[in-house]
């Protein structure tokens, strides 16, 4: 079977969501499968424990764990610490809750999904620090919205700029040319993130 990144694939995920009977834990990853076949078929499965799928309705699964329904909007923060190591669409979940906390909400922004980093970068929770990393993103539109984010960190954004980047942190300045800048200054663009450490390199 072909696997993605050692990962079996999906026919094989639901598989074992539908015949899994002595592992409860795999159950709990499966119900949180980014494929909706294999978490319905965890869905269905007897052995699930029923506090993963609570938690994946409160959180905002619909009934069915297709899709969105409504967010429980008193979910306690811990709910959503609990539901963010059990799989990625738990995470895409947890990103869009109002009620995600900072701390989880940087752990989120470290995620290889784009549009969890994306959403990451719009959620009023978001600290200071975790929008400062993703103003130095790889993806265009997650830097965009980390530089309209109100607790868009100055430094950051004037770092970002003195080693390149334009004005919306989107692409190159006007002038396409690196400046002379120190060595210091660099490191500090390189550290930030990879878009950072692109325009780094580039002096």
Do not use: K, Y
């Amino acid at each position: 079977m072909t696997t993605v990144a050692g990962r079996p694939p999906a026919i094989f995920r639901r598989h074992l969501a539908t015949n899994t009977v002595d592992d409860p834990d795999v159950l709990v990853a499966l119900a949180c499968d980014d494929s909706f076949v294999v978490r319905r078929a965890a869905f269905d499965n007897p052995v699930t424990p029923p506090w993963v799928l609570d938690l994946l309705f409160r959180a905002g699964a619909d009934q069915h764990l297709r899709g969105r329904g409504t967010a429980d909007p008193g979910m306690d923060p811990d709910d959503l610490r609990r539901l963010v190591e059990c799989g990625p669409w738990a995470r895409m979940l947890v990103v869009d809750h109002p009620n995600t906390p900072p701390d989880v909400l940087d752990v989120l922004a470290g995620q290889p999904s784009a549009r969890i980093r994306e959403s990451a970068a719009q959620h009023p929770r978001a600290g200071a620090a975790t929008i400062g990393r993703l103003c130095a993103d790889p993806e265009i539109d997650v830097r965009r919205e980390a530089n309209a984010h109100p607790a868009r960190p100055v430094d950051a954004h004037e770092l970002l700029r003195c080693v390149g980047a334009d004005a919306s942190l989107e692409d190159l300045g006007p002038t396409h040319r690196p400046t002379r800048v120190g060595s210091a200054t660099l490191r500090a663009a390189a550290t930030l993130g990879p878009w950072g450490a692109f325009l780094a390199s580039r002096h």
